[in-house]
């Protein structure tokens, strides 16, 4: 055999040799625990952080791998980022008050009768033949003095006409508590002028509805004892909120 042919066969075994010397101490490690750091695991998963607690999840999974991404927003609907967490937070007040007495508006009114009302009968000095009627809403609505009283003394069939020029520019209107007022002319006066006198001894007082019908119950406010004295020129005034403008005329 030449030399140049025994050089690489000398080379070939000098590699092998290392070769298997190589695997051996591999081989060796192996058995004592140590891992090759060099090189990725291909089984190994990827590790996922979990969202912070306290927040929504938002996108298709809520987290990426090795770190989150947040992200927040306010109002209704809040706001979500696609591949992270997304908070979601909202806060709203509101008041509203208010107020209605009621005392004014068509439906707590009622028309006044002898059922939510008191009545006095009450002669005077100044003009001569008078009496003033005075009511007060004892209810616990406001209630409307509708016309004029209709008087009615001892049962009589009639009723005495109303002195047109004592009426008012509106309905007087009572709240419960307050008061109105009616003049009554009992008689002609010194004159004569009446006819058919009497002294009368009782008096029932009627109320008119809005629609000028008359409502019951009646009030019978007392007279005097002796009665007082009446003729065919009886007359009153319209329900008013001033005495003196009920006994004007």
């Given at each position: 055999m030449s030399a140049f042919t025994a050089r690489p066969r000398t080379r070939l075994f000098a590699a092998t040799t290392v070769a298997l010397a190589a695997l051996s101490l591999?081989?060796?490690?192996?058995?004592?625990?140590?891992?090759?750091?060099?090189a990725a695991n291909p089984t190994s998963s990827t590790v996922t952080t979990p969202a912070p607690s306290g927040t929504k999840a938002g996108g298709s999974t809520g987290s990426t791998s090795g770190g989150t991404s947040t992200g927040s927003g306010t109002g209704s609907g809040g706001s979500k980022t696609s591949g992270g967490a997304g908070s979601n937070s909202g806060s709203g007040s509101g008041s509203a008050s208010g107020s209605d007495s009621g005392s004014d508006t068509p439906a707590s009114?009622?028309?006044?009768?002898?059922?939510?009302?008191?009545?006095?009968?009450?002669?005077?000095?100044r003009p001569i033949n008078h009496m003033l009627l005075t009511v007060t809403n004892t209810?616990?609505?406001?209630?409307?003095?509708?016309y004029y009283p209709a008087v009615n003394f001892d049962d009589a069939q009639s009723v005495p006409p109303v002195i047109k020029e004592s009426q008012p520019q509106a309905v007087t209107t009572l709240t419960p508590g307050q008061s109105g007022y009616a003049g009554v002319a009992l008689a002609g006066g010194d004159n004569g002028s009446g006819t058919n006198g009497r002294t009368a001894k009782s008096l029932s007082v009627y109320f008119f509805d809005r629609d000028n019908n008359s409502i019951s119950p009646a009030a019978?406010?007392?007279?005097?004892?002796?009665?007082v004295y009446v003729d065919d020129s009886l007359r009153v005034s319209y329900w008013v909120s001033d005495v003196e403008d009920a006994l004007t005329y």
């Open positions: 591999t081989a060796c490690n192996d058995k004592l625990g140590v891992q090759d750091e060099g009114r009622v028309p006044c009768s002898g059922a939510n009302t008191k009545v006095t009968a009450q002669t005077v000095s209810g616990s609505k406001t209630c409307d003095l509708y019978t406010p007392a007279l005097p004892a002796k009665g």
